[in-house]
């Protein structure tokens, strides 16, 4: 199985940049993701990391080592629509199963302030 | 249809009552996930359908969770006699595998089951 770790909650001023750190561990590491979810509505997908590495996507950037078990999702030129949880999710490689599980993290809920 | 369609939206049932809550994918996608979220919580995993292959079940939290998915497309996610802590959003994503695959889910907006 997996266990993922990210802060429950963070507060940035609006302009500003913030950096969501996520930990994980797992046994089949097939590829990290970061979904982005606004309160009453379904996750919508932000980025994706299968190798060590900046990923860069406009104001959003994602991060990853294997190595470390450890990513970051960055999020620059903060605007108050960017007020959502932000969930961190590891695919891993079910070997008994023969799938591919995606297991999310607890999200972090990001409060993005004037 | 364009995105994922899952119904009903909102369900109130009482305690003791079965529910079925329906998926529909993206046309095409081989890929289906049940994902239960409760309030306030992260998504827990629950059902995986890849193709044929036999659906991965690990996530299913007691016997009185079963789902199906008929002919590669259509999901249905049954709960047998309701309990109050299986209120909660439950969530549907698909994805494919084709094309420059980038492990992108798409959700549906999820079902609302509300046990009283």
């Known amino acids: 199985g997996q266990n993922i770790d990210q802060p429950t909650e963070m507060t940035a001023t609006e302009g500003a940049i913030v950096q969501i750190n996520c930990t994980y561990q797992t046994s089949g590491f097939n590829g990290l993701f970061w979904y982005q979810q606004h309160a009453g509505e379904a996750p919508t997908f932000l980025s994706y990391n299968v190798l060590d590495g900046l990923e860069e996507k406009g104001r959003f950037s994602s991060f990853l080592s294997r190595s470390k078990g450890y990513s970051y999702l960055l999020l620059k030129e903060l605007q108050m629509k960017d007020s959502a949880s932000y969930l961190c999710a590891v695919r891993d490689r079910n070997s008994g199963a023969g799938s591919y599980q995606l297991t999310f993290g607890k999200g972090t809920k990001l409060s993005v302030i004037p | 249809g364009a995105g994922v369609s899952q119904s009903p939206s909102n369900k109130v049932t009482e305690k003791g009552k079965d529910v079925e809550l329906r998926c529909d994918p993206i046309?095409?996608?081989?890929?289906l996930y049940w994902y239960r979220q409760s309030l306030g919580q992260g998504l827990e995993f629950l059902i995986y359908f890849q193709g044929n292959s036999a659906p991965d079940k690990s996530g299913l939290p007691s016997d009185r969770f079963s789902a199906e998915r008929t002919g590669g497309s259509v999901s249905t996610l049954t709960i047998q006699r309701t309990q109050q802590e299986d209120s909660a959003v439950y969530l549907c994503a698909t994805y494919t595998r084709d094309r420059g695959y980038t492990g992108e889910l798409f959700f549906g907006e999820g079902s609302r089951l509300t046990v009283l």
């Open positions: 046309s095409g996608h081989t890929a």
